[in-house]
């Protein structure tokens, strides 16, 4: 066998790997070593639970800092399905101070079962029409929109001659066949905006058909929004070869070049997302809580919203990036679900979903 | 009564660990399903049990499993061979790089699985998209490493000298691999072929992303259930489901290896080199590098990307935090972290896979003591077959007030990974202790030598070479984790797999490249780890 020396070369090697990661996890300053309460029981840090989406620039979560006098630690994870279930599941014993990122799809389950305690935040210009349904209680504070909208590659149409859709019932229009691509609703949270776009439009008992006639003509599922993007749409990462695609109303401001964008949002197409804050039932920082939703819907973070999350701030005040301002336009009248009918029927739908398109 | 005060002491600290870190959280989420508005109610479960999609979702996991599984030892039987037993320039190189598919994300590899054989991709005509080919396809791609390396470990020790006696006593190749070889290395291809069965039965992303959604496992099913519904009675009721079938395949498995008489020569020869009758191994070896190498050559063709001209500014991206792009962190600080936490899992799970094995292969006296230690056997084989989100969510409701106030720890990430691994551990280490003459130890015993002694003298040098495979598994299986660690809570360091997935997930053709050269950075590190770790000795091996 390989003699004692055949070890050698490997011994700086090793030293080295061990050095450079700091050898392992255990004993690193973590802040849950530090106690979340000075003398006197007063709390020293504001705890944010949110989903693994959750960007804050580093100096902006300084500027809280400095401002609050807390520690803000921040905990992400999981998507917003995964939250809202989180917070359902430890209510009265919550996992932070503040939860952001529960959307208006998932936000009567939370507000059901009473996760949130209710904090009215005064609310920027513009921002009180994202106000979810239903919250009159003001347990939930909006902070940021998203249009789930369908994409259309206008370099692909114009190069074959066809005039691009316009509607969702031109998706099922033969002339388009087999160039639609969707994530699934079961899946993926556009993809779920999607089926409720189309709920919102052909009402409860005609979606079925629309889907059935969709599926006839040639769309595509797929399990998440990236591979529908990056791997089958025209403009995505790869080489794919269909060229309408369900994303998002800002997803054009992404496939500019030559100051043109080589895609457009069909703004007739749209469902819109919204995400918000709110302070848990049961914080052991209430008072932090509630700062930090004030800062949220600040001017700061709301403006550096859509560079850190690709989402659009809720006060219309903000000015946008400028390739925002001028290729990202959100729809006027995007297609609306109540949230109480969603939580109530979420699991019939999502069935009734998979029985259409897996016929 | 020493022997059972033994048998309760080594198993003490694996079971506790199991005990907080699994049976409490499942049990805790399985029972949630249990009770309807605060009411023990166990028929919402059974009528769970008797829908018929349910039957269908069972019914798929388990062929496609299956499938896979015969696959995998199919394509990897013969490619342990070549590299465990033949000796030519790059073996090891080769090793290191089948185990690559091992690390990478699955959702990058449905990307890369999709380049090819979409409808626009160069394997497009072959409709392969969204079949049930193209999910077993991915199980085995995923899988086959762990058979190569752990049927390849027991296969370099074995003793080449009873099939060449065989041969020369006039039988062929066939008949001696028939009635030789694979006897020997049941016990090895059962285990590995039982962890592959259990990594197929609960993969997630492979058959949601190549399957186009036509396809639910039992898997799929539970995290639809636990994450978007909320609906706690189903996901207990498949989560017992799943518990009970992986309990039937253990048994079977346990039957499957047992071998009336286990005890292994080792060898001490240099492998010779490949000859020309070894074709089958090379056939199968240019298969199984065609499958892992051409989704892995999309990827780095693809990482290499920008716009339409090759260029390294992907790479460039992944060192900063830039201000275009909405990084959580630089990828080399996400790679600094992934390695950390790996450290952290593989010493974890090395550790307590040593205790186990030692606990399982030592040689019962009773009835009894034989059912105890093969119940253990099987019980640290449990987490591999329960799902993810059912462990995550379980952490949460159960690990949340003392002495067990644990679920915001930033030590739960490398256990949680410590226990995916800690059954590859076990599997790989079993079949070689077990395979040892007891009647070695009792020799060393009897010229004086304490349990210590023994264990260091007779079961170490044994171990040492199944022992560097395992830590290398384990390693990857840290690296490549995703299902737990994106439950957990993270606070500012996330891993680099996460940080995969957040850039694949957004849009901007930067993101998109990033992702994949950030898969290449993980899968090249994960590569030379490997490479670093083959090469380790001890020089003791074989000296007697």
Redesign the interface.
């Given at each position: 066998?390989?003699?004692?020396h055949?070890?050698a070369p490997?011994v700086p090697?090793?030293a080295l790997?061990?050095a450079?990661?700091?050898?392992?996890?255990?004993g690193?300053g973590?802040?849950?070593g530090e106690p979340s309460a000075g003398p006197g029981g007063t709390p020293t840090r504001v705890v944010l639970v949110t989903h693994?989406?959750f960007?804050l620039p580093k100096p902006l979560i300084r500027q809280f800092e400095q401002q609050s006098g807390y520690d803000l630690?921040?905990?992400?994870?999981?998507?917003a399905?995964?939250l809202?279930?989180?917070l359902?599941?430890?209510k009265g014993?919550p996992?932070g101070d503040v939860a952001f990122g529960v959307d208006n799809t998932f936000a009567s389950?939370a507000l059901d079962e009473g996760v949130f305690a209710a904090y009215d935040a005064p609310l920027p210009d513009g921002a009180e029409q994202y106000r979810l349904p239903g919250d009159d209680e003001h347990d939930l504070t909006p902070i940021d929109n998203a249009s789930v909208c369908v994409n259309v590659d206008d370099t692909w149409f114009a190069a074959h001659h066809l005039a691009p859709p316009k509607t969702l019932d031109d998706l099922a229009d033969p002339q388009y066949q087999d160039l639609f691509v969707t994530p699934?609703a079961?899946?993926s949270s556009p993809g779920m905006a999607f089926l409720l776009t189309t709920i919102a439009a052909y009402g409860e008992d005609g979606w079925q058909d629309y889907w059935a006639r969709l599926m006839d003509n040639g769309a595509?599922?797929?399990?998440?929004?990236?591979?529908a993007?990056?791997?089958?749409f025209t403009q995505?990462?790869?080489?794919?070869?269909?060229p309408i695609v369900l994303?998002?109303d800002?997803?054009p401001a992404?496939?500019v070049s030559d100051g043109k964008s080589s895609t457009s949002a069909l703004l007739d197409t749209c469902f819109r997302q919204v995400e918000y804050a709110g302070v848990l039932a049961g914080a052991a920082n209430p008072d932090g809580a509630e700062e930090l939703v004030d800062f949220l819907l600040g001017p700061d973070v709301q403006s550096a919203l859509p560079?850190?999350?690709?989402v659009f701030p809720v006060d219309a005040s903000v000015q946008l990036p400028a390739q925002w301002a001028r290729f990202a336009q959100q729809p006027s009248e995007p297609y609306e679900v109540d949230p109480a009918s969603i939580s109530e029927h979420?699991?019939d739908w999502?069935r009734e979903w998979s029985d259409v398109?897996?016929r | 009564m020493r022997r059972s005060l033994e048998l309760v002491g080594l198993s003490a600290l694996p079971l506790a660990v199991l005990g907080v870190f699994f049976v409490l959280p499942v049990s805790g989420m399985v029972s949630e399903g249990f009770l309807a508005d605060g009411r023990f109610d166990p028929g919402g479960v059974l009528e769970v049990l008797g829908r018929p999609r349910v039957h269908r979702v069972l019914w798929f996991t388990v062929w496609s499993s299956t499938v896979a599984t015969l696959l995998a030892v199919l394509l990897g039987l013969p490619v342990a061979h070549l590299l465990h037993r033949r000796r030519f320039w790059g073996r090891r190189a080769l090793r290191s790089l089948l185990l690559v598919p091992f690390v990478l994300p699955t959702v990058v590899v449905g990307v890369a699985f999709r380049e090819l054989i979409g409808e626009a991709g160069p394997l497009g005509f072959l409709g392969l998209d969204g079949s049930a080919v193209a999910i077993v396809a991915g199980l085995v791609f995923f899988n086959v490493a762990v058979v190569i390396r752990a049927v390849g470990a027991a296969w370099e020790s074995l003793d080449p000298r009873p099939a060449e006696a065989a041969a020369a006593l006039g039988a062929g190749p066939a008949h001696v691999f028939r009635t030789v070889t694979l006897p020997a290395l049941r016990p090895a291809i059962v285990s590995a072929a039982s962890v592959v069965f259990l990594f197929c039965a609960t993969a997630f992303g492979v058959v949601l992303t190549l399957g186009g959604l036509r396809y639910s496992s039992v898997e799929t099913e539970i995290y639809l259930l636990t994450t978007n519904l909320l609906d706690l009675q189903a996901a207990a009721a498949l989560s017992i489901l799943q518990l009970l079938a992986i309990t039937a395949l253990l048994v079977v498995a346990g039957r499957l290896r047992a071998v009336p008489d286990p005890a292994l020569a080792r060898s001490t020869r240099r492998p010779p080199r490949p000859a020309p009758g070894d074709w089958p191994d090379l056939v199968a070896t240019g298969l199984v590098l065609l499958l892992v190498g051409a989704p892995v050559a999309a990827l780095v063709a693809g990482s290499l990307r920008v716009g339409d001209t090759w260029s390294l500014g992907n790479y460039r991206a992944l060192t900063g935090e830039g201000s275009q792009h909405a990084l959580l962190a630089s990828a080399t600080d996400a790679l600094a972290t992934s390695l950390r936490t790996a450290v952290d899992a593989t010493w974890m799970s090395l550790s307590l896979g040593v205790l186990v094995t030692v606990v399982v292969t030592r040689r019962s006296r009773t009835r009894g003591e034989r059912r105890a230690r093969g119940l253990l056997d099987g019980l640290f084989m449990l987490p591999l077959g329960v799902s993810a989100v059912t462990l995550g969510f379980g952490f949460l409701i159960t690990l949340d007030r003392p002495p067990l106030d644990l679920r915001d720890s930033p030590l739960l990430v490398p256990i949680a990974q410590a226990l995916v691994a800690l059954p590859l551990v076990v599997r790989t280490l079993v079949p070689v202790l077990g395979g040892i003459d007891d009647r070695q130890r009792q020799a060393a015993a009897s010229l004086g030598a304490g349990p210590l002694r023994t264990f260091a003298t007779v079961d170490l040098p044994a171990m040492w070479r199944p022992l560097t495979a395992a830590a290398g598994f384990a390693f990857a299986v840290s690296l490549g984790e995703f299902g737990a660690t994106s439950f957990l809570a993270r606070e500012d360091h996330p891993t680099l797999p996460i940080v995969i997935y957040h850039l694949i997930g957004h849009p901007g053709a930067m993101n998109y490249g990033m992702a994949l050269a950030a898969s290449v950075v993980l899968a090249a590190t994960t590569a030379l780890v490997m490479l670093a770790v083959d090469r380790l000795r001890v020089p003791s091996v074989g000296a007697f």
């Open positions: 066998m390989r003699p004692i055949a070890l490997l090697l090793v790997a061990l450079a990661t700091g050898c392992s996890t255990i690193d973590s802040s849950d693994e989406s960007v630690v921040v905990r992400a994870s999981g998507d399905g995964i809202t279930n989180k359902v599941l430890t014993d996992l389950r699934g079961a899946t595509k599922l797929t399990a998440g929004w990236s591979d993007y990056e791997v089958d995505g990462g790869g080489q794919g070869d269909r994303s998002y800002s997803s992404f496939t560079d850190s999350m690709y979420r699991d999502l398109t897996s | -």
